[in-house]
């Protein structure tokens, strides 16, 4: 059946680069006994864990490894059994470095005993799921990494009527969402449910693309006879999975700047993070997998892949099938908001979405000319922003002028990048400015 598709103002319209993992299923891969897996201590928006192991202890499978005493912070918990061979610095795909505890895979995926685990039909009450989600170390898995049990605490005096599940997967190359519509139907919907026993007043709208048919089609079907749950069609652009403009494409409701979507009523998660929900209140399992979407011309087998976190890229994709070619450029996410990696040793945690291993030709960037004042950066920027204007600000160090302007409204998107005929890096500068203004207010 089809549905109407809906929309937000202005974006870019790139190629998908999707068709050839799309119809891939999700295949598991399981790090060989050997294996160093790597879990760094800060894999989410807010405090770092402190180890809670001990070099030469042996860890099993699902055990806390980095413990979250810190009111907003995460656990980490182990994605193999093994010995703990090391507690050191590391860098994160996310460019981050921080404490990290490694552990030598036994290859026995010897796991923790569990109590007993909750049934779909058990009720628990609201601190009990808070307490579940938290516990499992599910943080927000669609790029942010902000803890999922505090998201889902809204400040008082906020009620939320609308929770959204984020299907958009709007980036070129990335296809896990669209895999787990199609694989784990029933368990994303459990997810939802869940969810919703927090928000009793809410509906549950799941928002994804129309390049997905087959996953609207299969969704549509699976919440027919559900009373609180809809599934809402959005016309394929870019960036449509931002949160903003995902919620204003599905409520017409704008976020204040500086705001946060509870204030207009609305909770989004992405795909992954409610079915991480779903395991941890149903099934008392940790995150300690991700899907990942790897292509790009040097992929000798584009496709999705279930990968343990702490894995690091550089085995992931031996284990994927390795390289045709030595990649050019490897970047950790989707080609618009992905950050660029200089080294394969550096592990998949929590907030990996895909890995690119990009050929030359793929990658290689014209060099920046002068603004020739088309206008067309601002014509396409989703935040209605004046990025010209606010390159500008960054290269002439005017902090305040880049405030005014709501520089710190901008979401990365990398529009204005896009579509520059003088190809400025603005989106670049932009980021680099906002990140700094962000850390500053700290
Ligand atoms: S798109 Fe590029 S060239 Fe055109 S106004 Fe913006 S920065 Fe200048
Ligand atoms: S200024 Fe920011 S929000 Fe606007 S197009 Fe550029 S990166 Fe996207």
């Not at 399981?30 to 294996?35: I, L, Q």
């Not at 784990?184 to 009793?200: K, M, N, S, V, Y």
């Not at 903003?244 to 993070?273: F, H, M």
């Not at 099938?321 to 908001?337: A, V």
Request: charged share 25%.
């Amino acid at each position: 059946m089809s549905v109407p598709a809906f929309t937000f103002h202005r974006g870019i319209h790139p190629p998908s680069k999707k068709d050839q993992t799309a119809g891939e299923a999700v295949k598991k891969l399981v790090p060989p006994a050997g294996t160093e897996m790597i879990f760094p201590m800060l894999q989410h928006i807010g405090a770092p864990c402190e180890p809670a192991v001990s070099v030469g202890e042996r860890v099993l499978l699902g055990q806390v490894i980095g413990s979250a005493e810190k009111p907003i912070s995460s656990p980490v918990h182990s994605s193999v059994s093994g010995i703990v061979k090391e507690i050191r610095q590391a860098l994160t795909p996310t460019g981050v470095v921080c404490s990290a505890v490694v552990v030598v895979n036994d290859g026995k995926d010897e796991g923790i005993k569990t109590t007993r685990a909750h049934t779909v039909s058990e009720t628990l009450d609201r601190e009990e799921t808070l307490k579940l989600i938290r516990q499992a170390g599910v943080v927000g898995l669609g790029g942010a990494g902000f803890p999922t049990h505090i998201k889902l605490s809204p400040p008082p005096g906020r009620h939320i009527d609308t929770v959204i599940v984020n299907a958009a997967e709007c980036e070129p190359y990335l296809t896990t969402d669209h895999r787990v519509l199609l694989e784990d139907t029933e368990r994303l919907i459990a997810g939802l449910e869940i969810i919703l026993t927090l928000f009793p007043n809410a509906q549950g709208i799941i928002g994804i693309e129309t390049n997905k048919q087959d996953a609207i089609d299969k969704i549509e079907k699976a919440v027919r006879e559900k009373k609180r749950i809809s599934v809402a069609g959005l016309r394929p652009k870019y960036p449509q999975g931002a949160e903003k403009q995902l919620i204003y494409a599905l409520t017409g409701r704008e976020v204040p700047s500086g705001g946060l979507p509870a204030d207009i009523g609305c909770l989004v998660d992405n795909v992954d993070t409610v079915i991480a929900v779903e395991r941890a209140v149903h099934r008392k399992r940790p995150l300690i997998r991700r899907i990942i979407t790897i292509n790009g011309g040097a992929v000798k087998n584009p496709g999705n892949y279930e990968v343990r976190l702490g894995m690091t890229y550089g085995d992931f994709a031996r284990a994927a099938g390795g390289f045709t070619t030595q990649p050019y450029k490897l970047i950790s996410g989707g080609p618009m908001m992905g950050v660029a990696m200089f080294s394969l040793d550096v592990p998949v945690i929590k907030t990996s979405s895909a890995f690119l291993c990009l050929t030359e030709e793929e990658a290689r960037l014209p060099s920046e000319r002068g603004c020739i004042r088309c206008g067309r950066c601002a014509d396409y920027c989703p935040a209605r922003l004046m990025p010209l204007d606010l390159n500008k600000y960054v290269i002439y160090g005017e902090k305040d002028l880049f405030l005014e302007n709501h520089g710190l409204d901008c979401i990365e998107c990398g529009s204005c990048s896009y579509v520059c005929p003088s190809k400025r890096h603005l989106a670049q500068s932009i980021r680099a400015a906002r990140r700094e203004a962000l850390a500053a207010r700290k």
